[in-house]
């Protein structure tokens, strides 16, 4: 049985919701859940490598996060607009969320950054609402003949989610970034690999571990409640992800070694998840390069993860409903009530939890 969203409910205490990274981040704690006999433990990740096994390979997904936030004024009137770029539909053209909405008619145009604070290099953009999309995002089209990437860093901000409730800071640019962040098109950190330190994956690939690298471009809607009665009508948004012959090849030859695939997040799983093929010798995964809806509920069989590095997720979000799919819900919402029991720190800049 699926179940309903208020099954993947908790309590948690609002204090217990990290407002600041650990200040290193291999410090963070870590919660083991093993699925085999429900047992937990309670370590520190800088231990993650007393769980892996030589020839184990790590799965990390390589996307990074732009300043996406964008503060800007409406042409001629001079009224604050806040845009969080969602994905780029076009060159020059992108899909946002805009607040406020109701004064974001297709034809308004706005100026993002100047010689403020917020742009302190005086740079400026000008954008045009050329579409007003279904989903209520709007499409802007932004006049510069440069990609809007390069002048991101200039005149945008972290997009912090919403329940770190300060303003982005300048070490949020370099912490709510992984340390091997590559590709840019997220607008939320893959955050289960926040924890990593070039020493803690220098000291994995020491002991034999594997690394197979992937994109999944996160977007917004990785924060986004379910709020459907019945969890098969819920549309979660499509994200792009590509799945390069070289990491497909690492799975599969960790697969026919009889090692295990350990999926650093969520969006490694969606992915690897939503490029698994049935051939000739059993399951695995192909290269690929496309977009993913996929949506893991219980009951899902995992055909691609035998083991899940992750933090701690939101209340009945699409992402605990995973987790409860890959550990069992009974056991999850028991090891969260013991993360809170604990005093750990939830949700982006928290702890983590490896269930294998």
């Given at each position: 049985?699926?179940?309903?969203?208020?099954?993947?409910?908790?309590?948690?205490?609002?204090?217990?919701?990290?407002?600041?990274?650990?200040?290193?981040?291999?410090?963070?704690?870590?919660?083991?859940?093993?699925?085999?006999?429900?047992?937990?433990?309670?370590?520190?990740?800088?231990?993650?490598?007393?769980?892996?096994?030589?020839?184990?390979?790590?799965?990390?997904?390589?996307?990074?996060?732009?300043?996406?936030?964008?503060?800007?004024?409406?042409?001629?009137?001079?009224?604050?607009?806040?845009?969080?770029?969602?994905?780029?539909?076009?060159?020059?053209?992108?899909?946002?969320?805009?607040?406020?909405?109701?004064?974001?008619?297709?034809?308004?145009?706005?100026?993002?950054?100047?010689?403020?604070?917020?742009?302190?290099?005086?740079?400026?953009?000008?954008?045009?609402?050329v579409e007003r999309l279904p989903s209520g995002l709007r499409r802007l089209r932004f006049e510069t003949t440069v990609p809007l990437l390069t002048?991101?860093?200039?005149?945008?901000?972290?997009?912090?989610?919403?329940?770190?409730?300060?303003?982005?800071?300048?070490?949020?640019?370099?912490?709510?970034?992984?340390?091997?962040?590559?590709?840019?098109?997220?607008?939320?950190?893959?955050?289960?690999?926040?924890?990593?330190?070039?020493?803690?994956?220098?000291?994995?690939?020491?002991?034999?571990?594997?690394v197979a690298k992937i994109v999944l471009h996160v977007g917004p809607g990785t924060f986004r409640p379910v709020r459907c009665d019945d969890l098969?009508?819920?549309?979660?948004e499509p994200e792009y992800y590509e799945i390069g012959d070289e990491a497909a090849a690492a799975l599969e030859r960790t697969r026919e070694n009889?090692?295990?695939?350990?999926?650093?997040?969520?969006?490694?799983?969606?992915?690897?998840?939503?490029?698994?093929?049935?051939?000739?010798?059993?399951?695995?995964?192909?290269?690929?390069?496309?977009?993913?809806?996929?949506?893991?509920?219980?009951?899902?069989?995992?055909?691609?993860?035998?083991?899940?590095?992750?933090?701690?997720?939101?209340?009945?979000?699409?992402?605990?409903?995973?987790?409860?799919?890959?550990?069992?819900?009974?056991?999850?919402?028991?090891?969260?009530?013991?993360?809170?029991?604990?005093?750990?720190?939830?949700?982006?800049?928290?702890?983590?939890?490896?269930?294998?």
């Amino acid at each position: 049985m699926r179940g309903r969203p208020e099954d993947y409910d908790y309590e948690l205490p609002r204090e217990l919701i990290a407002q600041y990274p650990s200040p290193r981040r291999s410090d963070a704690r870590l919660l083991v859940v093993r699925r085999s006999d429900g047992t937990i433990e309670h370590r520190h990740f800088f231990d993650i490598g007393e769980y892996l096994d030589p020839g184990d390979v790590l799965v990390i997904n390589e996307t990074k996060v732009i300043a996406a936030r964008l503060v800007g004024r409406r042409l001629p009137t001079g009224g604050t607009v806040e845009v969080l770029l969602v994905v780029e539909s076009r060159p020059g053209v992108w899909d946002a969320l805009v607040r406020p909405g109701r004064k974001m008619a297709v034809g308004t145009r706005v100026v993002f950054g100047d010689a403020s604070a917020s742009a302190p290099s005086g740079k400026s953009v000008v954008a045009e609402v050329v579409e007003r999309l279904p989903s209520g995002l709007r499409r802007l089209r932004f006049e510069t003949t440069v990609p809007l990437l390069t002048l991101l860093d200039e005149i945008g901000a972290v997009p912090l989610p919403p329940y770190i409730r300060r303003p982005p800071e300048e070490d949020d640019r370099q912490r709510y970034q992984t340390v091997y962040a590559r590709v840019p098109g997220a607008v939320a950190a893959p955050t289960a690999g926040l924890h990593f330190t070039e020493t803690v994956l220098s000291g994995l690939a020491s002991q034999g571990v594997d690394v197979a690298k992937i994109v999944l471009h996160v977007g917004p809607g990785t924060f986004r409640p379910v709020r459907c009665d019945d969890l098969a009508e819920h549309k979660i948004e499509p994200e792009y992800y590509e799945i390069g012959d070289e990491a497909a090849a690492a799975l599969e030859r960790t697969r026919e070694n009889g090692k295990r695939i350990v999926a650093v997040g969520t969006t490694v799983v969606r992915a690897l998840e939503s490029a698994v093929r049935a051939g000739e010798r059993g399951w695995s995964v192909r290269a690929h390069a496309g977009w993913t809806d996929l949506f893991i509920y219980p009951p899902y069989r995992f055909r691609a993860v035998d083991a899940l590095l992750t933090n701690f997720h939101l209340p009945r979000t699409t992402l605990l409903m995973l987790v409860a799919a890959f550990a069992g819900r009974d056991l999850v919402l028991r090891a969260y009530a013991e993360a809170v029991r604990l005093r750990y720190r939830f949700y982006s800049y928290g702890d983590a939890m490896l269930v294998s």
